[in-house]
């Protein structure tokens, strides 16, 4: 059944990305048939072609043709087959990549409006609303937009083969924005059968266990790649339009910031250590002075203005006659003696913090070190005041600024890390505390209260509990390792290098000022009332959510800890997770639950006079939170945003999203309009609606979360066939992550992370956690409130963000799922009766989602709203199918004792390639 139509206008614009596909396609062929051999080549294309036709047919025999194929490979013919399909789903990618680019480069030229999500037609509605100027800087001042990269266990991209795919899309970039001669457009060709020759030999897996430092050194990647480069850029624009619709005298503070997980997340990963974690601080800021010194040398020799024939400042000159550089040749050229004095002086500093960067040697070697980002500022804006004030605005305005920019956001340690820790952990940590220095035994036997008392009697006095590290257990020595270590972070990056310490599974006001006694016996609270690390409380499971606005309210009613706010600018941070909320209770319930638990946060937080800045754990896939950015900003709950939002990225989102400049800069510029219509701009419907809405929204809550856990949880037999019928055993086996899959060894759906547990379902094409639940919910609400229930739906659909956001994600995952594919998954279970029994349960209820989700919407296809999204997925289809099936006959051989090496390296081949082909596996 094909659930999926592109409109024939869509399909037409779509003709240069053929073209793509098809000469990247042919390339690839051609390699194939040098390296492996005309025989290997048409192995490769009866799979592919046996894939597609069952695929428009649906024929069981096609099927059981395609299943004796697979069947009757060799080991050393189905890895190479997989590998094969991997690269061909990878080359798909960068050609759609490029074809993204292409048409909103052709809509700009063509002088088309903005589209939703752009962040010019975000200030065209706000110009049309006439803010005043004070109203813009206060939101500008106040605002925070932060996307926060995490290591998760679903990157399974080598930055090898990353390095790979940038080189073909910049030769096939080329082809498209160049006009070529014909001898240029076959060395561009030459140049792409080298990178694609390239891309084949190397090897696609890694042959060990991804450590921490290799996740850090992967993170850092995607700043040389888009973010040192195409922040300050954004800065830039946003200067000139704010300077040319509103008031030239607005300043645009640094709101827009990367953030990290990568080195300080040690929640369930052991190998985040206190070494890791300065590691990373040490490697952040490597990178960062490498970019200044690179940019600061390039300045250098660029600016040869003289001052024979250019004015310059008083300031300027005073500062170039301090400069080392004395070579009589540059008297003249005030500007470049002035960068040589910078670039001095930014060598030293950059010895000063242990850097061994590769760069030229400095005129001067015995120059002032800087002793903060704003003194290297300060010497940068003598030079950038000096070409205002004498006509050279433009020079002022390019590199210059850009340098500025990036070191106004990027400072010496180039990105704010986070601290995570379970509270179970530092609940132990605590009381080893109190058992070896406080004379309390049995902290950990204490009811909340008295655990509350004890605590703040403690963080009120002061009193000293830390003695030799030496007397604590591994465990709870680990953690003060960290905090002590994280102090003298502090001390040599500054507070700005380590902000915040996430809580995981906070349930009880206790868990916040566990953590702040850590933290003051560290040195990171100093006193009674000055915090430079922000306590920020994670709440994940359902249960979690309903609570955590009574948790918020009774931690705000302690006056010690609402007079420690004041040192955080009376805000407070709230970390709501996506991913156990959902493995929890199911998608639609999860997303209504958190809905629910910001609207009772923002009651809280307004009732004590705190600001509320929400961080939001998504994930990649819809499951897990993901979804488009923009409608998921602007869906949130009034008062939630207020200017400020932290979102996780994780998976493959990251490579997506920010491996190409281009695609960065836009998916950066969409959160910051996201951010600012949700603040100063969004409506959410009408109010005298939404209580009605609510009722409806909690009826079918309660009905899919029966649904969900009875499927999940109550089903006997259940976790049998969740670890047959996917390959979470197999993804436990590669070298993708260093964090276990599991929080503890056993094989029970609780214990298992949120992260394997939707991955699991993404590579068997059921895609169950993002879409179960709800067509017995939808059903079950019309045939109790017939036609005006419809109705009402059907209004909320079109009425309300929140719902149709929900609705709209949920129609991405299911345009991803494929269940006759997921039969084939399903046959590995072999208890007959089990297999039926669960998988006709899934499949009933994928119909009943479809039919429903048709019903309310009004559409009569998936993806009917979203025509680019729905080429997207025609195009890579032919590609991951045959992946799927290939895996499935596998998996089949492994698990029936085939212990041939070659097997198990294409099965996990095939993780790695459908993981590709699906872009938000995590």
Not at 19 to 27: K, M, N, T
Not at 494 to 508: F, R
Not at 612 to 626: A, C, I, N, Q, W
Request: proline content about 4%.
């Amino acid at each position: 059944m094909n659930l999926i139509s592109v409109p024939d206008d869509i399909s037409s614009k779509d003709q240069p990305l053929r073209e793509d596909v098809r000469l990247l396609g042919r390339i690839f062929g051609n390699t194939l048939r040098e390296q492996e051999g005309e025989e290997y080549f048409q192995l490769v294309e009866s799979v592919r072609k046996a894939a597609v036709r069952l695929r428009k047919t649906q024929d069981e025999r096609d099927g059981a043709a395609l299943e004796r194929m697979l069947y009757a490979l060799s080991s050393t013919e189905s890895l190479a087959v997989v590998r094969a399909f991997s690269y061909f789903s990878q080359l798909a990618n960068i050609a759609e990549d490029l074809h993204h680019n292409r048409r909103h480069r052709a809509l700009l030229k063509a002088g088309f409006p903005p589209t939703d999500g752009s962040l010019q037609l975000a200030l065209n509605r706000l110009e049309a609303k006439k803010p005043g100027k004070d109203q813009l800087q206060s939101f500008l001042d106040n605002a925070l937009v932060s996307p926060v990269l995490t290591a998760h266990p679903t990157e399974v991209q080598r930055k090898s083969i990353l390095d790979c795919q940038l080189y073909i899309a910049g030769f096939l970039a080329e082809r498209d924005r160049m006009d070529m001669t014909p001898d240029e457009l076959a060395e561009n060709e030459e140049s792409l059968r080298r990178s694609i020759l390239i891309l084949w030999q190397t090897r696609m897996l890694r042959t060990s266990k991804l450590t921490v430092r290799d996740e850090i050194n992967n993170g850092l990647e995607y700043y040389r790649y888009t973010f040192l480069v195409e922040i300050p850029k954004i800065y830039a624009n946003l200067e000139k339009q704010f300077e040319a619709r509103f008031d030239k005298n607005i300043r645009i503070p640094p709101l827009l910031r990367i953030g990290s997980w990568i080195g300080g997340d040690r929640d369930g990963n052991p190998f985040v250590t206190h070494e890791v974690m300065l590691d990373a601080l040490q490697q952040q800021s490597a990178l960062a002075f490498e970019h200044y010194l690179a940019a600061t040398f390039v300045l250098s020799r660029s600016l040869s203005l003289t001052d024979r024939l250019a004015d310059i400042s008083d300031e300027l000159r005073k500062f170039a006659d301090a400069s080392p550089d004395t070579d009589p040749v540059r008297a003249d050229e005030p500007y470049r003696r002035a960068m040589n004095l910078i670039y001095s002086r930014l060598s030293a500093t950059s010895k000063v913090f242990g850097h061994t960067i590769a760069h030229q040697p400095p005129l001067g070697t015995d120059e002032q070190p800087y002793a903060t980002p704003q003194e290297f500022i300060a010497d940068l804006d003598i030079l950038i005041d000096s070409m205002f004030k004498h006509g050279a605005v433009y020079l002022a305005r390019g590199r210059l600024a850009n340098l500025r920019r990036a070191v106004e956001v990027f400072g010496f340690h180039l990105t704010p890390l986070d601290m995570r820790q379970h509270s179970a952990v530092i609940e132990q940590t605590v009381g080893e505390l109190y058992s070896i220095g406080g004379g309390i035994g049995n902290y950990a036997e204490l009811n909340e209260a008295e655990k509350r008392k004890v605590l703040l009697q403690t963080l009120q006095t002061g009193k000293v509990l830390m003695t030799d590290l030496g007397r604590y257990s591994a465990i709870p020595q680990s953690e003060l390792r960290i905090m002590q270590t994280a102090a003298d972070i502090h001390r040599r990056f500054g507070h700005a290098a380590l902000p915040n310490h996430i809580i995981s599974k906070t349930d009880a006001v206790s868990d916040m000022l566990e953590l702040a006694l850590m933290l003051q016996q560290t040195g990171l609270l100093q006193g009674n009332d000055t915090l430079h690390v922000n306590i920020i409380p994670l709440f994940e499971t359902i249960e979690d959510l309903r609570g955590c606005a009574v948790i918020m309210d009774e931690l705000f009613a302690l006056p010690w800890y609402r007079k420690l706010l004041t040192s955080r600018g009376d805000t407070q941070e709230v970390m709501l997770g996506y991913s156990d909320s959902n493995k929890d209770g199911g998608y639609l319930t999860a997303n209504w639950e958190l809905y629910k638990a910001e609207l009772e946060l923002v009651k809280v937080f307004e009732k004590h006079g705190i600001e509320l800045r929400l961080f939001h754990g998504r994930g990649g896939t819809v499951g897990r939170g993901g979804g488009p950015s923009y409608d998921a900003i602007l869906a949130q709950p009034p008062g939630s945003v207020n200017g400020q939002i932290r979102i996780t990225e994780q998976g493959e989102v990251i490579a997506s999203k920010y491996s190409n400049p281009e695609i960065g800069r836009r998916n950066l510029e969409t959160l910051l309009a996201a951010t600012m219509e949700a603040t100063l701009l969004h409506h959410h419907g009408a109010d005298s609606t939404m209580p009605e809405y609510h009722r409806i929204m909690e009826t079918l809550s309660r009905d899919a979360f029966s649904a969900y856990r009875k499927l999940v949880y109550e089903t006997p037999g259940f976790t049998d066939f969740f670890f047959t019928a996917t390959p979470i055993r197999e993804i436990a086996e590669l070298n993708i992550g260093s964090r276990p899959s599991s929080r503890k060894p056993s094989d029970r759906i609780e214990d298992l992370r949120a992260i394997p547990w939707v991955f699991s379902w993404g590579l068997n094409r059921m895609m169950l956690p993002g879409w179960y639940g709800y067509g017995y919910a939808v059903k079950k609400f019309i045939a109790r409130e017939g036609d005006e229930g419809l109705k009402q739906l059907q209004a909320m659909y079109k009425n309300w963000p929140f719902f149709r956001g929900l609705m709209s994600n949920m129609d991405m995952v299911l345009s991803k799922t494929d269940m006759g594919i997921a039969a084939r998954y399903a046959e590995l279970v072999q208890d007959v009766e089990l297999r039926e029994r669960i998988f006709g349960a899934i499949g009933s209820e994928w119909e009943t989602t479809i039919d429903m989700l048709f019903a309310v919407s009004g559409n009569t296809s998936l993806l009917q709203d979203a025509p680019s999204f729905a080429r997207s997925i025609l195009t890579r289809t032919p590609y991951i199918d045959p992946l799927n099936h290939l895996q499935v006959a596998l998996l089949q051989r492994h698990r029936a004792g085939d212990n041939d090496e070659k097997v198990k390296r294409a099965i996990h081949l095939s993780i790695n390639g459908i993981a590709t082909g699906l872009r938000n596996s995590g």
